[in-house]
Protein backbone atom coordinates (compact mmCIF):
# COMPACT_ATOMS: atom_id res chain seq x y z
CA UNK A 1 0.00 0.00 0.00
CA UNK A 2 2.70 2.74 0.80
CA UNK A 3 4.36 1.25 -2.38
CA UNK A 4 1.77 2.13 -4.33
CA UNK A 5 0.96 5.65 -2.84
CA UNK A 6 4.81 6.51 -3.50
CA UNK A 7 3.81 5.43 -6.91
CA UNK A 8 0.94 8.18 -6.98
CA UNK A 9 2.90 10.70 -5.38
CA UNK A 10 5.43 10.36 -8.46
CA UNK A 11 3.00 10.38 -10.99
CA UNK A 12 1.75 13.49 -9.71
CA UNK A 13 4.75 14.99 -9.93
CA UNK A 14 5.43 14.29 -13.17
CA UNK A 15 2.57 14.76 -14.45
CA UNK A 16 2.61 18.32 -12.55
CA UNK A 17 6.24 18.83 -14.37
CA UNK A 18 4.84 17.59 -18.03
CA UNK A 19 1.95 20.40 -17.52
CA UNK A 20 4.36 23.18 -18.06
CA UNK A 21 6.02 21.73 -21.00
CA UNK A 22 3.37 24.33 -22.83
CA UNK A 23 3.97 27.27 -21.25
CA UNK A 24 8.05 26.24 -20.67
CA UNK A 25 7.72 26.17 -24.93
CA UNK A 26 6.39 29.87 -25.08
CA UNK A 27 8.33 30.94 -22.76
CA UNK A 28 12.06 29.98 -24.49
CA UNK A 29 10.56 30.83 -27.86
CA UNK A 30 9.92 33.98 -26.49
CA UNK A 31 13.18 34.46 -24.82
CA UNK A 32 14.98 33.42 -28.06
CA UNK A 33 13.23 35.26 -30.59
CA UNK A 34 13.43 38.59 -28.77
CA UNK A 35 17.17 37.89 -27.71
CA UNK A 36 18.05 37.27 -31.21
CA UNK A 37 16.03 40.23 -32.25
CA UNK A 38 15.77 43.10 -30.69
CA UNK A 39 19.69 43.65 -30.35
CA UNK A 40 19.57 45.37 -33.84
CA UNK A 41 16.93 47.09 -32.77
CA UNK A 42 18.59 48.96 -30.32
CA UNK A 43 21.75 49.67 -32.10
CA UNK A 44 19.87 51.44 -35.15
CA UNK A 45 16.95 52.62 -33.07
CA UNK A 46 13.17 51.15 -32.66
CA UNK A 47 12.09 54.09 -34.74
CA UNK A 48 13.96 53.53 -37.88
CA UNK A 49 13.04 49.93 -37.66
CA UNK A 50 9.14 50.90 -37.65
CA UNK A 51 8.52 53.73 -38.97
CA UNK A 52 11.72 53.49 -42.00
CA UNK A 53 10.14 53.02 -45.14
CA UNK A 54 13.79 51.57 -47.17
CA UNK A 55 13.96 47.91 -46.97
CA UNK A 56 17.67 47.31 -48.00
CA UNK A 57 19.53 45.25 -46.26
CA UNK A 58 22.65 45.00 -48.04
CA UNK A 59 22.86 48.42 -47.37
CA UNK A 60 21.75 48.51 -43.44
CA UNK A 61 18.33 49.56 -44.38
CA UNK A 62 15.83 47.64 -41.89
CA UNK A 63 12.96 50.07 -42.63
CA UNK A 64 9.48 47.65 -41.63
CA UNK A 65 6.91 50.25 -42.35
CA UNK A 66 5.87 48.60 -45.77
CA UNK A 67 5.64 45.15 -44.60
CA UNK A 68 3.77 46.22 -41.36
CA UNK A 69 1.73 48.07 -43.14
CA UNK A 70 1.16 45.26 -45.58
CA UNK A 71 0.66 42.27 -43.25
CA UNK A 72 -2.48 44.49 -42.35
CA UNK A 73 -3.72 45.85 -45.27
CA UNK A 74 -3.79 41.90 -46.17
CA UNK A 75 -5.91 41.03 -42.94
CA UNK A 76 -8.12 43.84 -43.76
CA UNK A 77 -9.10 42.56 -47.02
CA UNK A 78 -8.92 38.86 -45.80
CA UNK A 79 -11.80 39.97 -42.77
CA UNK A 80 -13.40 41.10 -45.98
CA UNK A 81 -13.81 38.06 -47.60
CA UNK A 82 -13.89 35.46 -44.20
CA UNK A 83 -15.96 37.44 -41.48
CA UNK A 84 -19.23 37.68 -44.04
CA UNK A 85 -18.66 33.98 -45.39
CA UNK A 86 -18.04 32.89 -41.87
CA UNK A 87 -20.24 34.26 -39.80
CA UNK A 88 -23.03 33.08 -42.82
CA UNK A 89 -22.22 29.42 -42.41
CA UNK A 90 -22.61 29.51 -38.51
CA UNK A 91 -25.88 31.32 -38.41
CA UNK A 92 -26.60 28.59 -40.97
CA UNK A 93 -24.90 25.32 -39.35
CA UNK A 94 -26.53 26.45 -35.92
CA UNK A 95 -30.07 28.10 -36.91
CA UNK A 96 -31.23 26.48 -40.43
CA UNK A 97 -29.24 23.45 -41.08
CA UNK A 98 -30.93 20.34 -40.51
CA UNK A 99 -28.97 17.73 -37.90
CA UNK A 100 -28.45 15.80 -41.58
CA UNK A 101 -27.07 18.66 -43.48
CA UNK A 102 -24.91 19.48 -40.26
CA UNK A 103 -23.31 16.08 -40.59
CA UNK A 104 -22.39 17.21 -43.96
CA UNK A 105 -21.44 20.67 -43.41
CA UNK A 106 -19.39 20.73 -40.81
CA UNK A 107 -16.36 17.85 -41.85
CA UNK A 108 -16.60 19.79 -44.66
CA UNK A 109 -15.49 22.69 -43.04
CA UNK A 110 -13.08 20.80 -41.04
CA UNK A 111 -11.32 19.63 -44.26
CA UNK A 112 -10.64 23.15 -45.30
CA UNK A 113 -8.86 23.48 -42.29
CA UNK A 114 -7.04 20.99 -43.08
CA UNK A 115 -5.88 21.55 -46.64
CA UNK A 116 -2.19 22.56 -46.65
CA UNK A 117 -1.28 26.57 -46.94
CA UNK A 118 0.89 25.66 -49.86
CA UNK A 119 -2.00 23.91 -51.61
CA UNK A 120 -4.06 27.09 -51.25
CA UNK A 121 -0.76 29.51 -52.49
CA UNK A 122 -0.77 27.10 -55.59
CA UNK A 123 -4.53 27.21 -55.94
CA UNK A 124 -3.72 31.11 -55.99
CA UNK A 125 -1.23 31.05 -58.46
CA UNK A 126 -2.74 28.83 -61.00
CA UNK A 127 -6.36 30.07 -60.71
CA UNK A 128 -6.57 33.74 -58.90
CA UNK A 129 -3.77 35.25 -59.83
CA UNK A 130 -4.83 34.85 -63.58
CA UNK A 131 -8.30 35.56 -63.57
CA UNK A 132 -7.71 39.07 -61.45
CA UNK A 133 -4.47 39.66 -64.30
CA UNK A 134 -7.00 39.16 -67.22
CA UNK A 135 -10.20 40.65 -66.09
CA UNK A 136 -8.03 43.87 -63.56
CA UNK A 137 -5.07 44.70 -64.72
CA UNK A 138 -1.26 44.52 -63.02
CA UNK A 139 0.65 41.80 -62.02
CA UNK A 140 -2.04 39.53 -60.31
CA UNK A 141 0.06 39.01 -57.67
CA UNK A 142 -1.46 41.78 -55.42
CA UNK A 143 -3.03 42.63 -52.35
CA UNK A 144 -6.04 41.63 -53.64
CA UNK A 145 -5.35 38.02 -54.66
CA UNK A 146 -3.58 37.32 -51.34
CA UNK A 147 -7.18 38.61 -49.71
CA UNK A 148 -8.96 36.69 -51.43
CA UNK A 149 -6.83 33.38 -50.63
CA UNK A 150 -5.96 34.11 -46.64
CA UNK A 151 -10.11 34.80 -46.55
CA UNK A 152 -11.25 31.19 -47.05
CA UNK A 153 -8.50 30.07 -45.30
CA UNK A 154 -9.35 31.69 -42.41
CA UNK A 155 -12.91 30.43 -42.58
CA UNK A 156 -12.73 27.37 -40.26
CA UNK A 157 -11.01 29.53 -37.63
CA UNK A 158 -14.14 32.40 -37.65
CA UNK A 159 -16.68 29.63 -38.41
CA UNK A 160 -15.61 27.12 -35.41
CA UNK A 161 -15.32 29.82 -32.76
CA UNK A 162 -18.65 31.76 -33.81
CA UNK A 163 -20.07 28.48 -33.93
CA UNK A 164 -19.40 28.49 -30.20
CA UNK A 165 -20.60 31.49 -29.17
CA UNK A 166 -24.17 31.16 -30.99
CA UNK A 167 -24.46 27.61 -29.38
CA UNK A 168 -23.37 29.22 -26.17
CA UNK A 169 -26.66 31.76 -25.83
CA UNK A 170 -29.29 30.07 -23.85
CA UNK A 171 -31.81 28.28 -25.77
CA UNK A 172 -34.89 29.94 -23.81
CA UNK A 173 -33.85 33.21 -25.38
CA UNK A 174 -34.52 31.89 -28.82
CA UNK A 175 -37.33 30.19 -27.74
CA UNK A 176 -38.98 33.44 -26.22
CA UNK A 177 -38.16 35.24 -29.27
CA UNK A 178 -39.85 32.83 -31.72
CA UNK A 179 -42.80 32.25 -29.10
CA UNK A 180 -43.46 36.30 -29.08
CA UNK A 181 -44.26 35.94 -32.97
CA UNK A 182 -40.33 36.98 -34.28
CA UNK A 183 -39.17 35.83 -37.63
CA UNK A 184 -35.95 33.13 -37.11
CA UNK A 185 -34.17 36.51 -38.71
CA UNK A 186 -35.31 38.73 -36.22
CA UNK A 187 -34.84 36.54 -33.92
CA UNK A 188 -30.89 36.33 -35.19
CA UNK A 189 -30.40 39.92 -35.60
CA UNK A 190 -32.09 41.19 -32.46
CA UNK A 191 -31.33 38.47 -30.10
CA UNK A 192 -28.45 35.81 -30.98
CA UNK A 193 -25.96 38.36 -32.75
CA UNK A 194 -26.03 40.51 -29.55
CA UNK A 195 -25.76 37.73 -26.90
CA UNK A 196 -23.15 36.02 -28.89
CA UNK A 197 -21.33 39.11 -29.78
CA UNK A 198 -18.45 38.68 -27.70
CA UNK A 199 -17.77 35.32 -29.13
CA UNK A 200 -18.07 36.53 -32.32
CA UNK A 201 -15.25 39.55 -32.13
CA UNK A 202 -13.25 36.86 -30.43
CA UNK A 203 -13.69 34.87 -33.70
CA UNK A 204 -12.77 37.83 -35.74
CA UNK A 205 -9.42 38.37 -33.83
CA UNK A 206 -8.35 34.74 -34.26
CA UNK A 207 -9.00 35.03 -37.33
CA UNK A 208 -7.17 38.37 -37.98
CA UNK A 209 -4.34 36.03 -35.72
CA UNK A 210 -4.49 33.54 -38.48
CA UNK A 211 -4.37 35.91 -41.36
CA UNK A 212 -1.22 37.75 -40.15
CA UNK A 213 0.82 35.03 -39.03
CA UNK A 214 0.19 33.06 -42.33
CA UNK A 215 3.54 32.80 -44.36
CA UNK A 216 3.45 30.17 -47.45
CA UNK A 217 0.55 30.72 -49.29
CA UNK A 218 1.41 34.69 -49.09
CA UNK A 219 4.53 34.23 -50.40
CA UNK A 220 3.44 32.54 -53.44
CA UNK A 221 0.26 34.83 -54.38
CA UNK A 222 1.03 38.59 -53.17
CA UNK A 223 4.35 39.73 -55.53
CA UNK A 224 6.80 40.51 -52.01
CA UNK A 225 7.84 43.68 -53.25
CA UNK A 226 8.83 45.63 -50.29
CA UNK A 227 6.81 48.85 -50.62
CA UNK A 228 3.73 50.00 -49.45
CA UNK A 229 0.92 49.41 -51.87
CA UNK A 230 -0.58 51.89 -53.53
CA UNK A 231 -3.75 49.88 -54.60
CA UNK A 232 -5.31 46.60 -54.28
CA UNK A 233 -4.10 45.22 -57.61
CA UNK A 234 -0.13 46.31 -56.11
CA UNK A 235 2.13 43.43 -54.91
CA UNK A 236 2.79 43.14 -51.28
CA UNK A 237 5.14 41.76 -48.62
CA UNK A 238 3.85 40.99 -45.46
CA UNK A 239 6.07 40.42 -41.76
CA UNK A 240 6.03 36.92 -42.45
CA UNK A 241 6.95 36.47 -46.06
CA UNK A 242 10.08 39.10 -45.23
CA UNK A 243 11.11 36.23 -42.71
CA UNK A 244 10.63 33.04 -45.12
CA UNK A 245 11.89 35.02 -48.35
CA UNK A 246 15.18 35.71 -46.86
CA UNK A 247 16.11 33.66 -44.26
CA UNK A 248 17.36 31.07 -46.78
CA UNK A 249 21.02 33.51 -47.56
CA UNK A 250 20.82 35.93 -44.62
CA UNK A 251 23.45 36.20 -42.01
CA UNK A 252 24.85 38.71 -39.82
CA UNK A 253 22.76 42.29 -39.46
CA UNK A 254 20.64 41.32 -41.80
CA UNK A 255 19.53 37.58 -40.32
CA UNK A 256 19.07 39.42 -37.11
CA UNK A 257 16.62 42.27 -39.06
CA UNK A 258 14.92 39.24 -39.78
CA UNK A 259 14.32 37.94 -36.12
CA UNK A 260 13.16 41.65 -35.77
CA UNK A 261 10.48 41.29 -37.98
CA UNK A 262 9.65 37.90 -36.33
CA UNK A 263 9.76 40.28 -32.87
CA UNK A 264 7.06 42.74 -34.63
CA UNK A 265 4.72 39.44 -35.63
CA UNK A 266 5.42 38.09 -32.24
CA UNK A 267 3.99 41.14 -30.14
CA UNK A 268 1.17 41.42 -32.73
CA UNK A 269 0.17 38.21 -32.07
CA UNK A 270 0.52 38.06 -28.77
CA UNK A 271 -1.73 41.15 -28.41
CA UNK A 272 -4.58 39.39 -30.72
CA UNK A 273 -4.45 36.85 -28.15
CA UNK A 274 -4.76 38.37 -25.76
CA UNK A 275 -7.50 40.62 -26.84
CA UNK A 276 -9.28 37.04 -27.91
CA UNK A 277 -8.93 35.88 -24.29
CA UNK A 278 -10.21 38.77 -23.63
CA UNK A 279 -13.42 38.75 -25.16
CA UNK A 280 -14.51 35.51 -25.13
CA UNK A 281 -13.77 35.14 -20.90
CA UNK A 282 -16.17 38.37 -20.48
CA UNK A 283 -18.85 36.18 -22.24
CA UNK A 284 -18.64 33.51 -19.24
CA UNK A 285 -17.96 36.11 -16.78
CA UNK B 1 -42.57 51.42 -47.01
CA UNK B 2 -43.48 48.66 -43.95
CA UNK B 3 -41.07 45.97 -44.79
CA UNK B 4 -42.85 42.40 -44.46
CA UNK B 5 -41.23 40.51 -41.73
CA UNK B 6 -41.86 37.40 -43.83
CA UNK B 7 -40.24 38.29 -46.97
CA UNK B 8 -37.09 39.37 -45.13
CA UNK B 9 -37.05 36.43 -43.57
CA UNK B 10 -37.12 34.41 -46.77
CA UNK B 11 -34.65 36.53 -48.53
CA UNK B 12 -32.33 36.95 -45.81
CA UNK B 13 -32.17 33.09 -45.56
CA UNK B 14 -31.70 32.11 -49.22
CA UNK B 15 -28.48 34.85 -48.78
CA UNK B 16 -27.25 33.06 -46.19
CA UNK B 17 -27.86 29.47 -47.70
CA UNK B 18 -25.87 30.98 -50.93
CA UNK B 19 -23.08 32.09 -48.90
CA UNK B 20 -22.64 28.56 -47.07
CA UNK B 21 -22.65 27.15 -50.42
CA UNK B 22 -20.11 29.05 -51.92
CA UNK B 23 -18.03 28.18 -49.01
CA UNK B 24 -18.71 24.34 -49.80
CA UNK B 25 -18.15 24.77 -53.37
CA UNK B 26 -15.13 26.49 -52.56
CA UNK B 27 -13.66 23.36 -50.62
CA UNK B 28 -14.77 21.10 -53.17
CA UNK B 29 -13.01 23.11 -56.34
CA UNK B 30 -9.62 23.24 -54.20
CA UNK B 31 -9.98 18.68 -53.81
CA UNK B 32 -11.40 18.54 -57.36
CA UNK B 33 -8.82 20.78 -59.44
CA UNK B 34 -5.93 19.28 -57.14
CA UNK B 35 -7.28 16.02 -58.01
CA UNK B 36 -7.67 16.11 -61.86
CA UNK B 37 -4.88 17.22 -62.83
CA UNK B 38 -2.51 15.26 -60.00
CA UNK B 39 -4.36 12.24 -60.20
CA UNK B 40 -3.41 10.69 -63.25
CA UNK B 41 0.80 11.95 -62.61
CA UNK B 42 0.69 9.43 -59.70
CA UNK B 43 1.47 5.94 -60.38
CA UNK B 44 3.48 3.90 -58.85
CA UNK B 45 6.67 5.12 -60.05
CA UNK B 46 5.70 8.40 -59.05
CA UNK B 47 5.79 7.08 -55.24
CA UNK B 48 8.67 5.10 -55.32
CA UNK B 49 11.23 6.05 -57.50
CA UNK B 50 13.65 9.00 -56.57
CA UNK B 51 13.20 12.41 -57.87
CA UNK B 52 15.89 13.29 -61.24
CA UNK B 53 16.75 16.59 -62.20
CA UNK B 54 16.08 18.52 -58.98
CA UNK B 55 12.47 17.03 -59.27
CA UNK B 56 11.54 17.62 -63.06
CA UNK B 57 11.65 14.49 -63.70
CA UNK B 58 11.04 11.00 -61.42
CA UNK B 59 9.10 10.50 -58.33
CA UNK B 60 8.67 11.94 -55.11
CA UNK B 61 10.00 8.79 -52.78
CA UNK B 62 12.38 10.38 -50.60
CA UNK B 63 10.06 13.51 -49.63
CA UNK B 64 7.63 10.71 -48.46
CA UNK B 65 10.02 9.51 -46.17
CA UNK B 66 11.31 12.51 -45.01
CA UNK B 67 7.45 12.97 -44.51
CA UNK B 68 6.95 10.02 -42.35
CA UNK B 69 9.85 10.21 -39.93
CA UNK B 70 9.65 14.22 -39.66
CA UNK B 71 6.03 13.34 -38.18
CA UNK B 72 6.98 10.37 -36.75
CA UNK B 73 9.17 11.94 -34.39
CA UNK B 74 6.51 14.98 -33.74
CA UNK B 75 3.89 12.63 -32.43
CA UNK B 76 6.57 10.73 -30.45
CA UNK B 77 7.88 13.92 -28.84
CA UNK B 78 4.35 15.50 -28.64
CA UNK B 79 1.54 12.76 -27.28
CA UNK B 80 3.11 12.11 -23.97
CA UNK B 81 3.69 15.77 -23.08
CA UNK B 82 -0.02 16.61 -24.30
CA UNK B 83 -1.65 13.85 -23.21
CA UNK B 84 0.37 13.65 -19.50
CA UNK B 85 -0.89 17.77 -19.53
CA UNK B 86 -4.30 17.08 -20.10
CA UNK B 87 -4.33 14.41 -17.59
CA UNK B 88 -3.27 16.77 -15.21
CA UNK B 89 -5.93 19.37 -16.07
CA UNK B 90 -8.50 17.54 -15.73
CA UNK B 91 -7.66 14.67 -12.97
CA UNK B 92 -4.94 16.09 -10.35
CA UNK B 93 -6.14 19.71 -10.29
CA UNK B 94 -9.01 21.91 -9.27
CA UNK B 95 -9.18 25.10 -11.65
CA UNK B 96 -7.20 27.69 -10.09
CA UNK B 97 -4.63 30.47 -11.16
CA UNK B 98 -2.51 27.53 -11.92
CA UNK B 99 -4.61 25.94 -14.55
CA UNK B 100 -5.17 28.81 -16.14
CA UNK B 101 -1.88 29.42 -16.66
CA UNK B 102 -1.23 26.20 -18.61
CA UNK B 103 -4.16 26.78 -20.41
CA UNK B 104 -3.59 30.20 -21.21
CA UNK B 105 0.49 29.00 -22.16
CA UNK B 106 -1.22 26.35 -24.42
CA UNK B 107 -3.96 28.83 -25.95
CA UNK B 108 -0.80 31.22 -27.16
CA UNK B 109 1.30 28.74 -28.12
CA UNK B 110 -1.36 27.33 -30.48
CA UNK B 111 -1.83 31.03 -31.71
CA UNK B 112 1.66 31.45 -32.48
CA UNK B 113 2.35 31.68 -36.63
CA UNK B 114 4.67 28.57 -37.90
CA UNK B 115 6.94 30.84 -39.56
CA UNK B 116 8.26 32.10 -35.56
CA UNK B 117 8.54 28.22 -35.05
CA UNK B 118 11.20 27.65 -37.81
CA UNK B 119 12.37 30.71 -36.65
CA UNK B 120 12.68 29.43 -33.21
CA UNK B 121 13.87 25.74 -34.47
CA UNK B 122 16.42 27.25 -36.87
CA UNK B 123 18.19 29.33 -33.93
CA UNK B 124 18.19 26.76 -31.02
CA UNK B 125 18.43 23.32 -32.91
CA UNK B 126 19.99 23.90 -36.09
CA UNK B 127 22.60 26.72 -34.66
CA UNK B 128 22.78 26.31 -30.99
CA UNK B 129 22.20 22.78 -30.47
CA UNK B 130 24.25 22.11 -33.23
CA UNK B 131 21.80 19.45 -34.91
CA UNK B 132 22.06 21.54 -38.45
CA UNK B 133 19.09 21.01 -40.48
CA UNK B 134 17.72 17.59 -39.84
CA UNK B 135 15.17 15.40 -39.41
CA UNK B 136 15.57 15.55 -35.74
CA UNK B 137 15.66 19.48 -35.91
CA UNK B 138 12.31 19.52 -38.19
CA UNK B 139 10.50 16.99 -35.64
CA UNK B 140 11.12 19.04 -32.61
CA UNK B 141 10.35 22.02 -34.17
CA UNK B 142 6.98 20.41 -34.98
CA UNK B 143 6.48 18.48 -31.85
CA UNK B 144 6.08 22.18 -30.47
CA UNK B 145 3.92 22.96 -32.65
CA UNK B 146 1.13 20.41 -32.52
CA UNK B 147 1.19 20.34 -29.37
CA UNK B 148 -1.35 22.42 -28.26
CA UNK B 149 -3.67 20.69 -30.25
CA UNK B 150 -2.92 17.28 -28.81
CA UNK B 151 -3.61 18.82 -25.20
CA UNK B 152 -6.82 20.46 -26.10
CA UNK B 153 -8.28 17.59 -27.54
CA UNK B 154 -6.83 15.03 -24.96
CA UNK B 155 -8.78 16.78 -22.64
CA UNK B 156 -12.08 16.79 -24.23
CA UNK B 157 -11.64 13.23 -24.29
CA UNK B 158 -10.74 12.51 -20.58
CA UNK B 159 -13.34 14.80 -19.49
CA UNK B 160 -16.17 13.20 -21.82
CA UNK B 161 -15.13 10.00 -19.71
CA UNK B 162 -17.95 9.55 -17.60
CA UNK B 163 -17.72 10.79 -13.56
CA UNK B 164 -19.22 7.27 -12.28
CA UNK B 165 -16.02 5.56 -14.17
CA UNK B 166 -13.82 6.97 -11.90
CA UNK B 167 -16.26 6.59 -8.64
CA UNK B 168 -16.14 2.88 -9.44
CA UNK B 169 -12.60 2.49 -9.70
CA UNK B 170 -11.97 4.28 -6.63
CA UNK B 171 -14.53 2.58 -4.58
CA UNK B 172 -12.68 -0.66 -5.28
CA UNK B 173 -9.86 1.05 -3.51
CA UNK B 174 -7.45 2.08 -6.75
CA UNK B 175 -5.40 4.68 -6.39
CA UNK B 176 -5.58 7.90 -8.73
CA UNK B 177 -3.08 6.59 -11.06
CA UNK B 178 -4.63 3.12 -11.60
CA UNK B 179 -7.80 4.76 -11.86
CA UNK B 180 -6.37 6.89 -14.41
CA UNK B 181 -4.20 4.50 -16.35
CA UNK B 182 -6.83 1.56 -16.32
CA UNK B 183 -9.61 2.69 -16.52
CA UNK B 184 -9.67 6.56 -17.54
CA UNK B 185 -6.93 6.34 -20.48
CA UNK B 186 -8.67 3.53 -22.27
CA UNK B 187 -12.05 4.56 -22.29
CA UNK B 188 -10.95 8.09 -24.27
CA UNK B 189 -8.37 6.73 -26.10
CA UNK B 190 -10.40 6.76 -29.44
CA UNK B 191 -10.47 11.04 -28.67
CA UNK B 192 -7.19 11.16 -27.99
CA UNK B 193 -6.40 9.02 -30.96
CA UNK B 194 -8.04 11.55 -32.92
CA UNK B 195 -6.08 14.16 -31.54
CA UNK B 196 -2.99 12.30 -32.70
CA UNK B 197 -4.53 12.02 -36.00
CA UNK B 198 -5.21 15.43 -37.05
CA UNK B 199 -1.58 16.92 -35.57
CA UNK B 200 -0.30 14.21 -37.78
CA UNK B 201 -2.64 15.68 -40.92
CA UNK B 202 -0.62 19.09 -39.45
CA UNK B 203 2.61 17.60 -39.47
CA UNK B 204 2.01 16.73 -43.05
CA UNK B 205 0.87 20.02 -44.39
CA UNK B 206 3.43 21.96 -42.46
CA UNK B 207 6.17 23.94 -44.71
CA UNK B 208 7.21 27.39 -42.84
CA UNK B 209 8.50 25.69 -39.54
CA UNK B 210 10.30 22.74 -41.61
CA UNK B 211 11.62 24.29 -44.26
CA UNK B 212 14.01 26.15 -42.01
CA UNK B 213 14.48 22.88 -39.70
CA UNK B 214 14.82 20.08 -41.54
CA UNK B 215 15.97 21.83 -44.74
CA UNK B 216 15.22 20.55 -48.28
CA UNK B 217 17.90 18.44 -49.31
CA UNK B 218 16.66 16.21 -51.68
CA UNK B 219 18.38 12.30 -50.90
CA UNK B 220 16.87 9.55 -48.96
CA UNK B 221 17.58 10.17 -45.39
CA UNK B 222 19.82 7.86 -43.64
CA UNK B 223 19.75 8.79 -39.83
CA UNK B 224 17.94 11.49 -38.10
CA UNK B 225 21.02 14.17 -38.45
CA UNK B 226 20.55 13.94 -42.40
CA UNK B 227 18.63 17.13 -43.93
CA UNK B 228 15.19 16.15 -45.27
CA UNK B 229 12.61 17.04 -47.71
CA UNK B 230 9.48 17.03 -47.04
CA UNK B 231 6.28 16.27 -49.44
CA UNK B 232 5.09 20.10 -48.28
CA UNK B 233 8.38 21.51 -49.07
CA UNK B 234 9.28 19.75 -52.17
CA UNK B 235 5.62 20.41 -53.60
CA UNK B 236 6.30 24.35 -52.61
CA UNK B 237 9.95 24.78 -54.08
CA UNK B 238 8.50 22.75 -57.36
CA UNK B 239 5.65 25.23 -57.89
CA UNK B 240 7.51 28.18 -56.94
CA UNK B 241 10.86 27.47 -58.79
CA UNK B 242 8.42 26.20 -61.76
CA UNK B 243 10.51 23.26 -61.88
CA UNK B 244 7.64 21.28 -63.34
CA UNK B 245 4.54 21.64 -63.01
CA UNK B 246 3.17 17.90 -63.26
CA UNK B 247 5.24 17.09 -60.69
CA UNK B 248 3.93 19.88 -58.50
CA UNK B 249 0.42 19.07 -59.04
CA UNK B 250 1.32 14.86 -58.67
CA UNK B 251 3.01 15.97 -55.34
CA UNK B 252 -0.01 18.32 -54.64
CA UNK B 253 -2.38 14.88 -55.37
CA UNK B 254 -0.65 12.52 -53.24
CA UNK B 255 -0.61 15.88 -50.45
CA UNK B 256 -4.83 16.21 -50.50
CA UNK B 257 -4.81 12.45 -51.03
CA UNK B 258 -3.29 11.95 -47.25
CA UNK B 259 -5.12 15.05 -45.58
CA UNK B 260 -8.83 13.49 -47.00
CA UNK B 261 -8.14 10.36 -45.65
CA UNK B 262 -6.86 11.64 -42.59
CA UNK B 263 -9.55 14.03 -41.85
CA UNK B 264 -12.10 10.70 -42.72
CA UNK B 265 -10.37 8.86 -40.44
CA UNK B 266 -10.34 11.41 -37.41
CA UNK B 267 -14.30 11.88 -38.27
CA UNK B 268 -15.19 7.99 -37.97
CA UNK B 269 -13.37 7.52 -34.73
CA UNK B 270 -14.65 10.92 -33.11
CA UNK B 271 -18.14 9.91 -33.89
CA UNK B 272 -17.66 6.29 -32.73
CA UNK B 273 -16.40 8.00 -29.65
CA UNK B 274 -19.39 10.49 -29.02
CA UNK B 275 -21.82 7.67 -29.69
CA UNK B 276 -20.49 5.95 -27.02
CA UNK B 277 -20.94 8.48 -24.39
CA UNK B 278 -24.26 9.98 -25.17
Known amino acids: ?285 | MARNPRLTQKIVQAVLWAMTGTTVLILIFIVAFILRRGLPEVGLGFLTRPPENMGAQGGIFPTIVGTLALTLIAILIATPLGVGTAIYLTEYTRESRLTRIIRFGAECLAGIPSILFGLFGFILFVTKLKLGWSILSGGLTLSFMILPTIIRTSEEAIRSVPAAYREVSASLGCTKWQTVSRVVLPSALPGITTGVILSVGRSIGETAAVIFTAGSALHLPTSLFSSSRTMAVHFYILAREGISMPNAYGTAAVLVVTILLINVASYTLMHRFIRKYS
Open chain 1, 1 to 285: MTRLERNDRLVRLALLMIAFSAVSILIVITVFIFSEGTPVMFRHGPGRFLLGLDWYPSEKAFGLLPMIVGSFVVTAGALLVGVPLGLACAVVLTQFASKRMGRILKPAIELLAGIPSVVYGFIGIVVIVPLIRDNLGGPGLSVLAAAIVLGIMILPTVISISVDAFQAVPSAYREGSIALGATVWQTIHMVLLPAARSGIVAAVILGMGRAIGETMAVIMIAGNAAAIPGSPLAPVRTLTSNIALEMGYASGEHREALFATGVILFVIIMALNTLANRASSRRKG
